[in-house]
Nanobody, 115 residues
Framework: QVQLVESGGGFVQPGGSLRLSCAASLNHFSIYRFDWYRQAPGKERELAAAISSTGSTNYADSVKGRFTISRDNGNNTVYLQMTILKPEDTAVYYC?????????WGQGTQVTVSS
C-alpha cells in the first residue's frame, strides 16, 4: 500500500526546534519530489519547503534560513528540520510526494508554537 506517514510534530515554545519525518512506502522513492506543506487554522495550505529527486531545495520566504528539508533515499524518509520556531509556524504539516504519475499526501502532523 502506497502511503506517507508523518511524525515528529508537537508543542514547542517560541525559539525552539522540531524535526518532522515523512516515512514513505514507495517503490522508486528516489525519483519522487517531496514537499512539506502547512495549513494554519483559517488559512489556505501553503508550500513550506521542497526537495527534488536530485536534492535541490526550495523554501518559502517565511521559513528560509530556519527550516531545512532533506531526504534519505536509503531509508525512504524525508525530513524537515525546523529551528527558531515562531507562533506563526503553528499549523498542520503535510508531506507530499510527486512523481511516477502520482501525487500522494500524508495525514499531517500538528505543530504548535506557543509560550
Amino acid at each position: 500500500q502506497v502511503q506517507l506517514v508523518e511524525s515528529g510534530g508537537g508543542f514547542v515554545q517560541p525559539g525552539g526546534s522540531l524535526r518532522l519525518s515523512c516515512a514513505a512506502s514507495l517503490n522508486h522513492f528516489s525519483i519522487y519530489r517531496f514537499d512539506w506543506y502547512r495549513q494554519a487554522p483559517g488559512k489556505e495550505r501553503e508550500l513550506a519547503a521542497a526537495i527534488s529527486s536530485t536534492g535541490s531545495t526550495n523554501y518559502a520566504d517565511s521559513v528560509k534560513g530556519r527550516f531545512t528539508i532533506s531526504r534519505d533515499n536509503g531509508n525512504n524518509t524525508v525530513y524537515l528540520q525546523m529551528t527558531i520556531l515562531k507562533p506563526e509556524d503553528t499549523a498542520v504539516y503535510y508531506c507530499n510526494a510527486f512523481g511516477d504519475q502520482r501525487d500522494i499526501w500524508g495525514q499531517g502532523t500538528q505543530v504548535t508554537v506557543s509560550s
